[in-house]
């Protein structure tokens, strides 16, 4: 149920998100002199911010950003998280407590001010951004992964494999990685929305994606400090992250309860 | 019939279970009564009821997805079923109190023991903090648990499982109930331990003259305990006899069965009868085939080479502290051990849990690296070989797990699971002569070939381990190790999977060690057996020796152990 | 375990440090970009104060060994404030904010996990969870200025923002915003642990023993599916840290948060090294504090210490 609805759910903006922008006359810079902060109307479908632009566009365009940032950053952190948690997990012993410990001294360290410290200095790369956020949520990734792959190296079918004279690379990748991937796909599909999260948050600073570039963070922003001249300017861009979230946040928890094999044993 | 009401009178249950796909009836129309002061033994295997019985007897089943349909439980006259759940409290660990299989996870694990006895009393008989813990302790020293007062404080994971089972029973008996339901109280225990805490609830049982409902798959554990026994079989009560007649004359088909199935110390049967020997699946009997129960004629395999030496092996684990794991200490999980199998025979390895016997099995294979000593297989020792030569020695030793759901890959389906090590170790062959000699191994394990396409949680746990075996003969292994391979199998299964292991090691000329905690299934299998006690082998001989005449004072303690169903008519206790 | 825990923490603050203290230097830009054209004799007096004339090296042991004294240094933007001074105000407005906020979510989170386990599966589970769903995926800032629009503005109830000395109505709209997602995912938790140690054979025996619902909860159930909360206290905590840097900018508070982004944003070297140094020694802290909690609910630990 759960999966289905969120399912639907991204579907939908993503659509919208791609397709959407084909249908509009305008264009996301242009400044409409007479027509600022028109409420929605025929013309503008989800009315003009202060400065006369139009925001249907500005904010399809903007999630394009969001949701490629997202996307991006996981699949950064997936990468990451997976190799390192497999290989400490897999060669266990002394390599596995240096690697863990120094999980552990990321863990401590406020990421997310550096994060900052990174992006107001370097904001006008997005690409560190995507490196940045990828670099702060690889730890729990790879946390995950680690204790899975300790979990199913003590288990029987792997021992047969290496009892029958399997190498240990055809282990990880015939028996170790194919048990992993629905523990991945189920972290992956949770990462995407707080890299979502993390992006927007950096932008509502102004410190995330720069102008003439926007993301929903940075529309959030703008529509927050004129909330009380075109409170639309903060619902729409509000709306669709939202519901850009709970669709991942739904499709994530959908995805575990089916998969997560905590869940499985109780048979 | 006497005239007294029975303590406790089930009439007509049924209990359903709603799964994702359809309707099943876990208890269909039981009834039996239990009269005061007389235990009821309830026999069953995995599935058969048994425990979903004893749950709705205190009204614990899970609803949803369970349900009880319709019948009734009278306890002293009154309707349980219908009782408000309120008075049904006042009854639960009061006048019915219920002992469970697990020790490890009944007892919650972040309050003291002691603590959670009291509660009971300080519930049920409103004591107060002080006097419920002067009781507690009277309580606990009456279980026999030594040092009451020190162990009154002790959290769970601070016991043995069978102290933790004492408390359990501590708990129950607190409030000295009317009925004791025993769910499975030993399954999880040790056989020596097992043997005191039965004699415990036999015990307790006549000192407060209360009934007793004890549910087991283990028809020798209910022998000399119940007074009558109630057969159940796939949610139905298939027989209910005075315990000697379960024994001496069982009525039905798969009572018969498994009586006949669960291998005896006395008589050696050359194969074991099972339960489809009995009857068929539509539950119709069956002529049961002539066995010669003449002890089996083991043949004398000591002039056989030696396919396999242990010299001296150690397996020390180290106990790591602190923040960069400083080893200071080692536990000895296998501390000198020496033996030699000779080709084609069978060694048994017995011992309790924790014994050394599991890590023993995998260190011969390297899969756990020595600490010292030397493993000769077939002149080649095996800690020297390079990882390549390695390989190469494993396709001739192979190994059997105990758990029929951890030892299959659950991404693979069957055949890939098979076609694995054939693609490994005979790497020229084509995918057509792989998949053909994969569907062969089905057959030589007793399996269906057309089931290749199937992932394993489509079969049960026999035909898992069918699978396992026949993946460890997809290597054509002169020798297998089998790691308690039967024990987590119902009785009627573990027949036919030690049949099987006996029937391959005939047609190949297999050389077997056997580990297991069992020593009736080790004296069926095994030719020579070995005895393991804190890492080292205290006692090796054959099987007939060890069992007749044992030396160590702790294979006779083994030995005495074993809950032995009545060999004849005898006098209960 | 304490001690060794406290001698753990040096090297990370160490680290935290030292990361910050170069990022700072390889930003572009200097701390005094926006003045117009410096005098000498001015530039002269700069740099006695901050030793910019000095090597980065020699900057950074003067730094550290300052920062050991308990010295943070004298603030670039804030010229007549010293970074502790400027801490000294800020901290306890923030953790005024964390502790409401911490409390807050924690109450709120465990009652609604609570409720939700025990309805599992009917009515009220659906409304918690589909609530918690909304409230975890709407991040506060969205939040922060509907609520103001419509009890600050609107309705006049509460004050637009500001802090006036931490009068209660100027801490009610920040703490609700801030602790908001914090409930929501703290619910999820407490539902999803309760509901795994209610499948626990354990909590079948308490039934057993007679116990009633309400307490095969509170004595039986809580305190093991406390467990993952605690564990995840340290993440919250962080959370509520970093979380306030946005919440302190809306309301215009004078948190520490807003120290840090005003002085990144103005290369006030001093003032971010500083902010970032105390919320390093807070996560120490309160990691720290979480272990110890988990060690006195959980008495299995002192065992697997091995593990």
Not at chain 2, 90 to 111: A, H, Y
Not at chain 2, 203 to 218: P, R, V, Y
Not at chain 3, 65 to 73: E, R
Not at chain 3, 83 to 94: D, Y
């Amino acid at each position: 149920m759960k999966l289905k609805l969120g399912l639907g759910l991204l579907f939908i903006i993503v659509v919208m998100v791609l397709i959407g922008p084909v249908f509009s006359e305008f264009d996301p810079e242009t400044i409409h002199w007479d027509d600022m902060a028109i409420p929605p109307d025929s013309i503008y479908w989800m009315g003009t911010d202060v400065m006369g632009r139009d925001l249907y566009i500005r904010i399809l365009l903007g999630g394009q950003v969001s949701l490629m940032v997202g996307i991006v950053a996981t699949l950064v952190s997936v990468v990451i998280g997976v190799f390192y948690g497999m290989a400490a997990g897999f060669l266990g012993g002394r390599v596995d407590a240096v690697m863990m410990r120094l999980v552990d001294v990321f863990y401590a360290l406020p990421f997310l001010f550096l994060v900052i410290l990174l992006m107001v200095f370097f904001g006008q790369y997005l690409w560190l951004l995507f490196v940045a956020i990828g670099c702060y949520l690889w730890l729990d990734m790879a946390r995950i992964v680690r204790g899975q792959t300790m979990m199913l190296k003590r288990q029987a079918f792997v021992e047969a494999a290496h009892a029958l004279g399997q190498s240990n690379k055809k282990i990880i990748f015939s028996h170790v990685l194919p048990n992993l991937k629905g523990v991945v796909i189920v972290y992956a599909t949770l990462t995407i929305p707080q890299v979502i999260m993390i992006e927007s948050f950096l932008s509502f600073l102004g410190l995330g994606v720069q102008e003439p570039m926007t993301s929903w963070g940075a529309l959030v922003n703008e529509g927050a400090s004129n909330m009380d001249m075109a409170v639309w300017s903060l619902l729409f861009p509000a709306l669709f992250l939202a519901l850009t979230l709970i669709g991942f946040n739904l499709v994530g928890d959908g995805l575990r309860d089916r998969w997560d094999p905590a869940l499985q044993n109780n048979k | 019939m006497t005239n007294q009401k029975p303590l406790l009178n089930i009439k007509n249950l049924i209990v359903e279970f709603n799964t994702e796909h359809d309707l099943v009836r876990a208890v269909d129309d039981l009834s039996f009564q239990i009269e005061a002061g007389k235990t009821m033994g309830l026999v069953g295997e995995s599935g058969s009821g048994k425990s979903v019985t004893a749950l709705s007897v205190l009204g614990l089943v899970p609803q949803p997805p369970g349900k009880i349909t319709s019948g009734a439980i009278e306890f002293r006259g009154t309707d349980l079923l219908h009782l408000p759940e309120k008075q049904l409290r006042c009854i639960r660990g009061n006048d019915i109190s219920m002992v469970f299989q697990e020790p490890m996870t009944s007892l919650n694990p972040v309050f003291r023991v002691g603590h959670q006895i009291a509660e009971v009393l300080r519930l049920h008989q409103k004591l107060n903090r002080k006097q419920a813990k002067a009781r507690t302790i009277e309580l606990m020293d009456w279980v026999g648990i030594p040092e009451p007062h020190r162990r009154y404080r002790f959290y769970p994971h601070e016991m043995s499982g069978g102290q933790k089972q004492r408390v359990m029973i501590a708990m129950a008996i607190a409030c000295q109930p009317r009925l004791l339901i025993c769910d499975e109280p030993t399954t999880a225990l040790d056989v020596t331990i097992q043997r005191q805490v039965l004699e415990l609830l036999k015990n307790l049982q006549q000192e407060l003259g209360m009934s007793m409902l004890f549910i087991t798959h283990d028809l020798g554990v209910i022998a000399d305990l119940a007074d009558e026994v109630v057969v159940m079989y796939r949610a139905k009560k298939v027989e209910q006899a005075v315990t000697q007649n379960i024994f001496n004359a069982p009525q039905h088909p798969y009572t018969k069965g498994l009586l006949a199935c669960r291998p005896k110390l006395h008589d050696n049967p050359k194969r074991l009868l099972t339960v489809g020997d009995y009857m068929a699946e539509s539950g119709v009997a069956l002529n049961p085939p002539e066995v010669s129960f003449e002890s089996q004629i083991k043949s004398d395999k000591s002039t056989q080479p030696a396919l396999l030496e242990v010299k001296n092996l150690k397996t020390y684990f180290p106990v790591k502290t602190g923040l960069w794991g400083r080893v200071t200490s080692h536990v000895k999980a296998v501390d000198g051990v020496s033996f030699t199998v000779k080709k084609g025979e069978t060694l048994g390895l017995v011992g309790e849990s924790g014994c050394g016997k599991t890590t023993l099995g995998r260190t011969i294979l390297k899969l756990q690296t020595a600490t010292a000593g030397q493993v000769i297989y077939d002149g080649i020792d095996v800690f020297a070989q390079k990882p390549q030569q390695l390989r190469q020695l494993r396709s001739r030793m192979q190994i059997i797990f105990q758990d029929p759901y951890a030892s299959l890959n659950p991404r693979m389906t069957v055949g890939q699971t098979l076609m694995e090590p054939l693609q490994l170790h005979q790497p020229h062959n084509s995918k057509q002569q792989n998949w053909n000699k994969a569907a062969e191994l089905m057959q030589q394990v007793g399996m269906n070939p057309d089931q290749l396409n199937r992932f394993p949680h489509e079969f049960s746990g026999g035909q898992r381990q069918r699978i396992s075996i026949a993946r460890a003969l997809a290597v054509e292994p002169e020798f297998i190790i089998c790691d308690e391979s039967v024990s987590a199998l119902d009785v009627s299964v573990q027949a036919q999977v030690l049949n099987l292991l006996l029937d391959l090691q005939d047609q190949m000329g297999l050389t077997y060690i056997f580990i297991s905690h069992d020593l009736s299934v080790i004296n069926f299998i095994a030719d020579r057996v070995g005895v393991m006690n804190q890492g080292k082998l205290v006692e090796l001989n054959t099987a007939d020796e060890i069992y007749r005449n044992p030396q160590n004072p702790y294979t006779q303690k083994l030995l005495d152990a074993i809950p032995e169903p009545m060999p004849e008519p005898m006098p209960k206790l | 375990m304490v001690v060794k825990r406290l001698l753990w923490a040096m090297p990370v603050l160490w680290l935290i440090l030292t990361i910050t203290f170069f990022l700072l230097r390889v930003a572009p830009g200097g701390p005094f970009d926006q003045e117009r054209e410096l005098t000498p004799e001015m530039m002269q007096l700069i740099n006695d104060k901050y030793q910019l004339d000095q090597p980065l090296i020699h900057q950074y042991g003067s730094y550290l060994s300052a920062t050991l004294h308990g010295d943070l240094g004298p603030s670039f933007q804030y010229i007549d404030y010293s970074v502790n001074e400027l801490v000294a105000l800020g901290l306890p407005v923030s953790l005024k904010l964390g502790f409401w906020a911490l409390l807050l979510a924690l109450v709120l989170g465990l009652l609604l996990g609570m409720i939700a386990a025990t309805y599992a599966n009917k009515w009220p589970d659906l409304v918690a969870m589909i609530t918690a769903v909304i409230g975890i995926s709407t991040p506060n800032f969205v939040i922060a200025p509907l609520l103001v629009l419509w009890l600050a503005v609107h309705w006049q109830w509460l004050p637009v923002g500001g802090w006036s000395g931490g009068h209660w109505t100027y801490v009610v709209l920040p703490v609700i915003t801030l602790s908001l997602p914090y409930i929501a995912s703290i619910a999820r938790l407490v539902r999803g642990s309760l509901l795994e140690v209610y499948s626990q054979p354990f909590v079948r025996t308490a039934k057993a023993k007679g116990l009633s619902d309400s307490s095969v909860l509170f004595k039986h159930a809580l305190r093991p599916a406390m467990l993952p909360l605690v564990s995840y206290l340290g993440p919250t905590a962080v959370g509520l840290m970093t979380g306030s840097v946005v919440i302190e900018q809306i309301f215009g508070i004078p948190g520490m948060g807003r120290y840090f982004v005003q002085g990144a944003l103005n290369r006030d070297y001093t003032l971010v090294l500083g902010v970032v140094l105390v919320v390093g020694l807070l996560m120490v802290l309160f990691n720290l504090l979480v272990d110890v909690l988990y060690r006195w609910i959980d008495p299995r630990m002192g065992v697997e210490g091995s593990h």
